[in-house]
């Protein structure tokens, strides 16, 4: 910072001095050092920011607190909130969740229940929106038209029942959802209908659907019981046997976007 200096410097002049040298983001680690209880001083960092920002740091330290609270964990959610995170790339929560992004990552980590800590790549994987088709429903066909979602199966053989199944990351209003949905069946769209009968049309277009389970995906290990994953590789791998008939299952987390 390039000194300044007068022979005579104001009050007002070296009180402005200082909050230009202070109107930084603290370092990692700065937060835990400040004391709530004292009073406001001219050292202290100020910072510019926007209500769209104060609102997302009020709902992201509600969020932990809730976390918290909820599992019973002897962690104080104050001090996670200013601990330097990888999850928010060496920053700390209270700096990172007035941003969209940190705020995102936030939300996800605590409302999946992912740990206290995560790597920022593979929560930004689960965040990010995936419309690609995968090759196990080649014989399903969509035709986007206006209000209109169009679903063809090819009948020309009568295909064998498979575990079909559908992940979902969508937002519904202010609303983030979570969504498995795994079902046996001969009919490649019934999987298809029954994501828009409960999530809608537009659901559906955003959703990936596979033939089969892979419990290794993050959303796979954060929301499916050993003992769902257990039954859901049973039935993949015997989709005629008594316990695959018939068999459906959904499951789904919601929380505030």
């Known amino acids: 910072m390039t000194a300044i200096t007068c022979e005579n410097p104001s009050t007002e002049l070296v009180h402005s001095l200082v909050l230009l040298e202070s109107a930084v983001f603290a370092e990692p680690g700065d937060w835990s050092k400040i ?13 510019q920011t926007s209500d769209r920002s104060l609102v997302r740091l009020a709902v992201a330290a509600t969020e932990v607190g ?29 700096d990172a969740c007035m941003e969209r992004e940190g705020f995102q990552r936030n939300l996800l980590l605590h409302g999946l229940q992912l740990g206290l800590d995560a790597d920022p790549k593979a929560i930004d994987a689960l965040l990010a929106d995936d419309h690609e088709e995968p090759a196990e429903f080649d014989g399903l066909n969509r035709v986007s038209q206006p209000d209109e979602l169009i679903l063809k199966a090819d009948h020309s ?36 209908e029954r994501v ?15 033939v089969g389970f892979d419990h290794t995906t993050p959303l796979g290990v954060a929301m499916i019981s050993d003992a769902l994953a257990d039954t859901l590789a049973l039935c993949a791998g015997d989709p005629r046997s008594a316990l695959a008939e018939g068999f459906e299952v959904l499951v789904e987390q919601r929380f505030k976007a």
């Open 66 to 94: 809730a976390r918290f609270e909820r599992e019973g964990l002897e962690f104080d959610a104050a001090a996670w909130m200013m601990a330097p995170r990888e999850l928010f790339d060496g920053r700390a929560a209270i």
């Open 157 to 192: 053989t009568d295909p064998d029942p498979q575990l079909r199944t559908c992940w979902l990351n969508l937002e519904q209003g202010r609303v983030r959802i979570f969504a498995f949905l795994a079902v046996v069946s001969d009919r490649p769209e019934d999987i298809v």
């Open 196 to 210: 828009i009968g409960r999530f809608g049309k537009d659901a559906a277009a955003g959703a990936t659907f596979h």
């Open 35 to 47: 004391d709530p209880l004292d009073e406001n001083t001219a050292s202290d960092r100020t910072f």
